[in-house]
């Protein structure tokens, strides 16, 4: 089985940063792609940012300059770096592994259960 655990969510003041943590463990024999997702009040997920293995990234246009990604491999471990964060980035903010369980297994989706964002003086 696969865990997924996110940190680093709180209230932040618009123009200020804040810094996400999100962390796979437990049963996994290879992590693929990392990401993050949001999702705000009455609105869709969408997704912010992913990162592969090899350090690739993919940013969504509304953070690009203002995100960005990381990713630590050795400890299964990816991190969002937030700054002139704006109301319209106030969302649950949820980390997504693409990983295999074992050597024979399929890549599934795994996901944390979100890190409330909120931007607002």
């Known amino acids: 089985q696969v865990q997924v655990v996110e940190s680093g969510g709180g209230l932040v003041q618009p123009g200020g940063s804040l810094t996400l943590s999100c962390a796979a463990s437990?049963?996994?024999?290879?992590?693929?792609?990392m990401g993050w997702y949001r999702q705000a009040p009455g609105k869709q997920r969408e997704l912010v940012a992913t990162?592969?293995?090899?350090?690739?990234?993919n940013y969504a246009d509304s953070v690009k300059g203002r995100f960005t990604i990381s990713r630590d491999n050795t400890k299964n471990t990816i991190y969002l770096q937030m700054s002139s964060l704006k109301p319209e980035d106030t969302a649950v903010y949820y980390c997504?592994?693409?990983?295999?369980?074992?050597?024979?297994?399929?890549?599934?989706?795994?996901w944390g259960q979100g890190t409330q964002v909120t931007v607002s003086s």
């Open positions: 997504n592994v693409d990983g295999k369980e074992s050597f024979y297994s399929p890549y599934n989706d795994y």
């Open positions: 437990g049963t996994i024999f290879v992590v693929g792609v």
């Open positions: 990162i592969f293995s090899t350090g690739t990234t």
